[in-house]
């Protein structure tokens, strides 16, 4: 084999091994289906198809442990669809091994590493213990058994339609014939070219084609006589011939999906030009009761797509949504009066771009299902190692996210996962001593709230024990022996460096590098973590997570000569405040009053060291923000400028992440405008706050 | 025949000293634009600007050898270059000129000899002018910086 060949084959082979991923991932999804019950007929079509798709890809690679397992599972799959085995939850455990171990046996190969030639013989056996538990089909060892519907009453016809040269101009379609014809079963095509002419001599008004069918199906005689009804005798050519009384076992897979089209009985040798027609049929396997779902996923019309192109298209897209903003700048001087159509002409600019940005965003956008479908498993197998009982619950898997923030969320949400088992859920004894059901739950939950995406891991497991957090954390040396902490600057600590509260290390979790990592990897996509827990009651962690990495609505603030950026879908309100409304107090700092409640001021000018601001309270503006953790807060600005469109644009791809400042962005004067990390801005205020008090009380301790 | 490799920078001024920038690192000169500020950022960090959608930062590289901060007006020269896959520009009084060195009359730096005599990597002298060629590297570590001025805090 030449080098150019082998490289073509290994790029082949990447897809593939792309290609299994997903597989493997859906195949997971849909017996985990399976196993709790809600499963139907077409998630064993849909599971059937994914091993088979694998197998298929791993025999052209020639990965023949692979493809020798497969079929094992495989046919084990199709004794339960054809009901001569049942779907147990032991045959769901066995599925769900197999899933693992056609897994083990993709990154064996994709690796090039040999299993042990004994690896997932036990599987197997199970497998095989599948396939021979119908008595009715004690040949299993053969290729793939009969198809389905190998039921009674159904028969198998060939029928041959030849079409007299006229018959189009009657106003008869072969096409909607052979449509109608495929309807009533399981059909194959081959086309007869024998009577098509040179290309010189032909009429495209005349009919050359001819076709023979082999239909299996339930339906009589009458039934396929009535599709011929309007062609029969005067316009066509009809044969209608019955073969055998019972259908015998096809060869292939019984899909018709990747059988090739069987030598026509009739018909001398079909020419593989016979393919077109084929091709315009509706697929058997549509026509099939049952198979119509489970049918139609495989047919979505999808195209793959390499990542940079898109990302190179959001980008272009953000320029774009520049240069609008600019425009729009220009020409705010012009009245509608003066100029109607350039005003006319922006503004339908401005919803287009609005538009195609929103289109261009979904493409990178996935449901979270991807990520949560790995979840059942690991509850099962965790609680199983741990001799917890739990189960899972999961809403809102169709919630879409951008394909970055679910890449990065799949550790996070594992790691979240495990901690929730392992420190939340008691063991069983423990829960029934506490009144609570012996099994524990887990939520999992996502959902789109004001712009972005919540996903919350919660349980309902003891709570986070704050006295153990807190005596950790003296010991750690990460607070100071007699500190005064809130129950929420506790709750924090679960996510400080090397924290964890496990006695023993065990290979769950407790080697204390999972939260950090958690905090970090969710910050790294512009993400917060907030966690809740009521001791006895159970524990959730927030993720609030940007719905898209690109763009945004926000507000822009002046604060002395610095312009900034606030999320639009932060912001409360904004007001003026009255002397009555702002205050400070000992030990807490400004706050503001505000229908009878108290929310603390923050003055950004002070924060950010920003000179020529406004600093008295009463003749600036306070935008009234709300944090991801519901916490409201108030930003002491100057003024508003008003409400923009901004694309989002990294500051630390060249520079580093700035406390406070989620981001940057470009203003339609081409100048850089920072956009506000809301969250951020609090925390950096309660730590001014205290400096200042601590500031204060020294002073007045020298006095 | 010497086979000695000729290395290109290009040289600016601040105040009276010359400095230089392997030519293969720079991406772009241009004018003095006016920044945006980065809050309680160190004094040498101007701030950033936009290059062309892009959000570069801009290091005052006078104020970085701790010379006072550079009253930037229009004639000031920012230069653009490219560090490890950052962009980044460095402002400077000037650019001076385009130097063809051979690798083998680069002088190392003498020890502890100025302030900034941790970004340099080399002396070289042209024409009876002694120019110090910078380590962008190290002038760029954004967050050693940070490290270090926390530390001076």
């Known amino acids: ?703 | 025949m010497s086979d000695s490799t000729i290395r290109q920078f290009i040289s600016f001024t601040i105040g009276d000293e010359e400095y230089g920038v392997d030519i293969m690192a720079i991406r772009e000169i241009k004018g003095w634009t006016e920044t945006t500020a980065l809050p309680n950022a160190p004094a040498h960090m101007r701030g950033v600007i936009n290059l062309r959608g892009t959000i570069v930062p801009i290091l005052d590289l006078r104020a970085r050898f701790g010379r006072g901060v550079t009253d930037a007006s229009a004639r000031h020269v920012i230069m653009v270059v490219a560090v490890g896959s950052r962009v980044a520009g460095i402002l400077v009084d000037a650019v001076a000129d385009i130097l063809a060195v051979a690798a083998e009359s680069i002088q190392p730096v003498p020890a502890l000899e100025h302030a900034e005599s941790g970004f340099l990597t080399g002396l070289v002298t042209v024409e009876g002018r002694m120019v110090a060629l910078l380590d962008l590297t190290h002038i760029f570590a954004f967050d050693e910086m940070d490290a270090a001025t926390e530390a001076a805090a």
């Open chain 1, 1 to 703: 084999m030449s080098d150019d060949q082998s490289y073509d084959l290994s790029r082949f082979k990447a897809t593939y091994f792309e290609e299994c991923a997903e597989l493997l991932a859906t195949a997971e999804e849909t017996i985990a289906r399976l196993q709790d019950g809600t499963g139907s007929a077409d998630d064993l079509n849909a599971l059937f198809r994914c091993v088979h798709s694998i197998k298929g890809g791993g025999g052209a690679f020639a990965f023949d442990d692979l493809v020798h397992f497969a079929h094992v599972f495989e046919t084990s799959m199709d004794a339960l669809r054809s009901g001569r085995a049942e779907l147990t939850p032991h045959v769901a455990d066995i599925l769900v091994r197999g899933n693992d171990t056609l897994g083990d046996f993709v990154r064996a190969a994709q690796d090039g590493v040999t299993l042990p030639a004994d690896h997932g013989s036990e599987v197997k056996a199970h497998l095989a213990a599948i396939i021979s538990g119908e008595p009715a089909a004690p040949k299993a060892a053969a290729p793939v058994s009969a198809p389905p519907a190998a039921a009674a009453g159904f028969t198998t016809w060939t029928i041959r339609l030849a079409p007299a040269p006229g018959m189009l101009r009657t106003g008869n379609d072969p096409l909607l014939m052979i449509r109608e014809l495929s309807g009533l079963g399981e059909m194959k095509v081959a086309a007869d070219l024998s009577r098509l002419p040179a290309l010189a001599e032909m009429d495209a008004l005349n009919a050359y084609l001819a076709w023979t069918f082999t239909l299996v199906t339930d339906k009589g005689r009458n039934s396929i006589e009535e599709v011929f009804e309007f062609v029969a005798g005067d316009s066509a050519d009809v044969t209608i011939e019955q073969i055998g009384k019972t259908v015998e076992a096809e060869d292939g897979d019984g899909w018709g999906l990747f059988a090739p089209l069987p030598p026509a009985p009739e018909t001398a040798p079909a020419p593989p030009a016979a393919a077109p027609v084929a091709a315009a049929q509706p697929h058997p396997a549509a026509a099939k009761g049952g198979g119509d779902a489970g049918a139609a996923g495989i047919h979505t019309s999808s195209i793959r797509v390499d990542l940079d192109r898109v990302d190179r298209l959001v980008n272009m897209v953000g320029e774009l949504v520049i240069t609008q903003a600019m425009l729009g700048q220009q020409a705010s001087g012009f009245s509608i009066e003066s100029h109607p159509e350039l005003v006319q002409g922006l503004q339908e600019l401005s919803h287009h771009t609005r538009e195609l940005q929103e289109s261009v965003m979904a493409i990178r956008a996935q449901p979270v299902k991807a990520l949560f479908s790995r979840a059942p498993r690991l509850v099962r197998d965790l609680s199983a190692k741990l001799g917890k009982q739990a189960k899972l619950v999961m809403s809102g898997e169709t919630t879409e996210v951008d394909k970055t923030v679910i890449e990065q969320l799949s550790d996070p949400l594992t790691h979240l996962i495990r901690n929730s088992l392992d420190h939340g859920i008691e063991m069983p004894e423990e829960r029934i001593a506490n009144g609570k059901p012996a099994e524990g739950t887990i939520h999992l939950a996502a959902e789109h709230r004001s712009g972005r995406v919540i996903i919350q891991v919660s349980d309902d497991g003891k709570g986070i024990d704050r006295k153990r957090v807190l005596e950790k954390a003296v010991e750690k040396g990460l607070v100071e022996r007699g500190a005064q902490l809130t129950d929420e600057q506790i709750d924090q600590m679960i996510f400080a460096p090397g924290f964890s509260t496990a006695a023993q290390v065990s290979d769950v979790s407790g080697r204390g590098v999972g939260m950090d990592v958690v905090r970090r990897n969710i910050q790294d996509v512009g993400g917060r973590v907030v966690v809740q827990s009521t001791p006895g009651q159970g524990s959730r962690f927030i993720l609030s997570l940007p719905l898209t990495l690109a763009v945004m609505d926000g507000m822009l603030v002046a604060v002395g000569n610095q312009r900034y950026v606030l999320p639009l879908t932060n912001i409360v309100e904004s007001l003026r405040p009255t002397p009555q409304q702002a205050r400070t107090l000992v030990n807490v700092g400004d706050v503001l009053t505000l229908r009878g409640d108290y929310i603390r001021l923050i003055r950004l000018y002070d924060l950010f060291g920003i000179r020529n601001a406004i600093t008295e309270t009463t003749r600036g503006l306070v935008v009234v923000v709300e944090t991801e953790g519901g916490d409201r807060i108030g930003l002491l600005v100057d003024e508003l400028l008003g409400q923009q469109q901004v694309v989002i644009k990294s500051l630390d791809s060249n520079y580093r992440p700035v406390e406070g400042i989620s981001a940057a962005t470009i203003l339609g004067d081409g100048r850089v405008a920072l956009i506000l990390d809301v969250g951020a801005l609090r925390i950096m205020g309660e730590r001014l706050n205290r400096a200042q008090g601590e500031a204060a009380i020294g002073a007045q301790a020298a006095e």
